[in-house]
């Protein structure tokens, strides 16, 4: 029984994260929704309209994944009919196209699947070199580094380090550079085509979602002996060499290479 259970199991890394298009698709259905009721069915404009937001709020908290993307279905039709009915005054077109193109630079399509801005906050990896110990000057990357939060965390932790960081988006990879520490590098590329396989730690603050796909690179390309470390997200399916707190009580999870991997079970918590 357990052999077929676990043939029947779908790999953590086989999952495809397909956000947002489950929020458009809710959306959609929830406009279709308000037309079949006020057009179709002549309802009043407070039952067509009440109908399809409950509903969408009800998918929403069953379906979203973090509380962000539950907020995001929720309030996407409600909010898209106050505009379409004209109780809010909108504002210029341009004013729309400035918005569209900051947001578009900020968060490029691809990073969609990625974590939004997700900061490490100041000093929350202090005291992880005594759990995570490394070699003098060791090469150490923050993988997806947002404005610098993480250099600047890593840089507490292992003063001594070579720190890099990579950012797909321009305008937070020109600001982790003002705000990075001195001598580290950061560069604007893909976290998930650059090449891990020359640093002794890469450090990643991303999202459930991705952890998989992070795990599947770093097991292809971390050398024996290298650390994969995530704050607050663990890998599924992964047992962790070290499970350390910060500061704040956020798990760290830390995985050295050659990885530990368990085909079914998930990761035990992190133990007090």
């Keep these: 029984m357990r052999?077929?259970?676990?043939?029947?199991?779908?790999?953590?890394?086989?999952?495809?994260?397909?956000?947002?298009?489950?929020?458009?698709a809710l959306w959609v259905v929830a406009w279709a929704g308000f037309v079949a009721l006020r057009v179709g069915l002549q309802r009043p404009v407070a039952e067509a309209f009440g109908i399809p937001a409950l509903l969408a709020l009800v998918?929403?908290?069953?379906?979203?994944?973090?509380?962000?993307?539950?907020?995001?279905?929720?309030?996407?039709?409600?909010?898209?009919?106050?505009?379409?009915?004209?109780?809010?005054?909108?504002?210029?077109?341009?004013?729309w196209a400035v918005?569209?193109?900051?947001?578009?630079?900020?968060?490029p399509w691809r990073t969609w699947r990625d974590a939004p801005l997700y900061p490490t906050p100041p000093g929350a990896l202090d005291g992880l070199r005594e759990a995570v110990w490394l070699p003098p000057v060791a090469r150490v990357l923050?993988?997806?580094?947002?404005?610098?939060?993480?250099?600047?965390?890593?840089?507490?932790?292992?003063?001594?380090a070579r720190l890099d960081g990579v950012e797909?988006?321009?305008?937070?990879?020109?600001?982790?550079?003002?705000?990075?520490?001195?001598?580290?590098?950061?560069?604007?590329?893909?976290?998930?085509?650059?090449?891990?396989?020359?640093?002794?730690?890469?450090?990643l603050f991303q999202r459930p979602e991705t952890m998989p796909r992070a795990a599947e690179k770093a097991a292809r390309e971390l050398r024996p002996g290298a650390w994969l470390v995530s704050l607050e997200f663990d890998v599924p399916g992964w047992t962790?060499?070290?499970?350390?707190?910060?500061?704040?009580?956020?798990?760290?999870?830390?995985?050295?290479?050659?990885?530990?991997?368990?085909?079914v079970s998930p990761t035990a918590p992190c133990p007090d």
């Design 142 to 160: 923050d993988a997806g580094c947002g404005a610098g939060d993480g250099l600047r965390a890593l840089e507490r932790a292992y003063p001594d």
């Design 59 to 95: 998918w929403a908290l069953r379906r979203g994944t973090t509380p962000m993307r539950r907020m995001v279905m929720a309030l996407g039709f409600p909010l898209s009919w106050v505009l379409a009915a004209g109780m809010v005054p909108l504002p210029p077109a341009w004013v």
């Design 99 to 107: 918005l569209l193109a900051l947001a578009l630079a900020m968060y």
């Design 168 to 203: 797909r988006s321009w305008p937070f990879a020109w600001l982790a550079r003002l705000r990075a520490p001195v001598g580290a590098r950061v560069w604007r590329g893909d976290m998930w085509t650059l090449d891990w396989s020359g640093y002794d730690l890469v450090y």
């Design 240 to 263: 962790p060499t070290v499970c350390w707190h910060c500061p704040d009580g956020r798990p760290v999870w830390a995985y050295r290479a050659p990885f530990d991997r368990v085909s």
């Design 3 to 24: 052999d077929r259970a676990r043939s029947r199991a779908r790999p953590a890394s086989a999952a495809v994260d397909r956000w947002p298009l489950p929020a458009l």
